[in-house]
């Protein structure tokens, strides 16, 4: 189990919850267990093929999975994932 | 048997071993400690390089401080040699083993053509008000003079740039440029304290510098009412050491982004909604720049500003305060800044985390082949963003855009 941490934004689309213990070996797996349990994910997250959206940021442990290996990157069990979509606000 | 003046200068004489100008100059450097005994006005008029600054009424208490080692070589002068020699009598006594007196003193040291450095001179007034800087060594009198001579330029004098701009003043950064086309409403001064209830419907950038220049009246306030757009951001950061971008669009803050960075202007940023902020300092081609981090800018549903979201007042407070640090950092080019790390800070959990960030080699504004691409005159395509893009979304959905006005 990872712990997924879900900025505020994007709360309202997995019923208000601050984070989320997820199965999964990978980024991949991951996304797609959220997305499973929150269909509302999907369209912020993913593109139509399936990728990462570019304006979403995902960490694991502090390092951004662009620089990793994208959707392939491993993920441990108690490993910290972070979605992090930008913020405007001033 | 009372002695004269006489009498006790050929004692000193006697007992103090003497060298000259040119002895001192030939000496290796960390040869000596080499201690100034002067009053500080005359130190300040100008003295020799790398010496310390004891004066001679203060030489006992202070000594041990500029000289810890009583076994290492110490050369004392004044500005004509009597009184080092004096003082290096109290030292003799004080157990220094090897102490020398310069003769002819720093008009001997100036008469002999050697290399002098004059101090920075703050005034009396300057010296109480930044007393507590110039206490910190890592500050003191020319960290406080690059200070005074800096330009820093907020980008909003909004949410993050009140705090900011109060504190830069209060810091004495010399030229503080603001940009802001607004006007104050009664709905910034939950979190915007450079303004105030009287000053309602004002221009922002002259409510800032009136707030400004009540803390400080040695600021200049450079006031820009305008909007930062694409055609006017090169002439807006021209000439400043440091921005700190503070604005409430998408984007503004990409065109501010690629402007900096072809200009190689350090930009501290930060973002807030709700509870939450992001920090972090670019530094053009030493760290990633905004594009490296977010690539393109999110659809309106997921970057909604604070005069839609909402946000807790002190929230821009803190980040702008650690915007702050940074830009002083920047400044006095101290420390370790930001660059690399992306700071995140949750009101609510009072937490903060810290992610790393890395340049994208292939990132059409910072990576080498942007550079040369800027050079030969064909910049890279990147992504563009809508006026509008942050502004279509309320708390309970997509709306209608937000006018200009309305911005916050």
Redesign the interface.
Known sequence: MSTVHI????RPNVGGAKSLEVDGDSIRSVVNGLVERHPALGG?LLTDEGDL?????V?VN???V??LAGLDTPVADKDEV?L??????? | MPKSYADLLREARAQIREVTPQEVDALPADAATIVDVREASEWEQGHIPGAHHVSKSYIEQQIEAAAPDRDAQVILYCAGGVRSLFAAQTLAEMGYSDVASMSGGFQGWKGAGLEFETPVVLSSEQKQRYSRHLLIPEVGSAGQKQLLESKALLI?A????SPAALYLAAAGVGTIGLVDFDVVDISNLQRQIIHTTDRVGQRKVESARISINALNPDITVVEHEEMLTADNVARLIDGYDVIL??????ET?YVLNDAAVAAGIPVVH???????G?LTTFVPYEGPCYRC???????PE?????SV?G?LGVV?GILGLLQTNEALKVLLGIGTTLAGRLL?FDALESEF??????R?PACPVCSDAAVEARKAGRPLDVATVGADA?FLMTTTGLAGSVSPEARA
């Open positions: 900025p505020s934004v994007l912020q959206n570019r304006f979403v940021n960490y502090g390092q951004d662009r620089y972070r992090l979509p930008a913020m405007a606000g001033g | 909003g909004g949410g993050l740039g971008d503070g604005t409430d669009t998408f803050r930060a973002s807030v909604f709700r509870f939450e992001q981090l977010y690539p393109t800018p999110p659809p997921l970057a909604p500003g604070c979201a946000v821009p995140l985390t810290e992610l790393q960030l890395r994208d942050p």
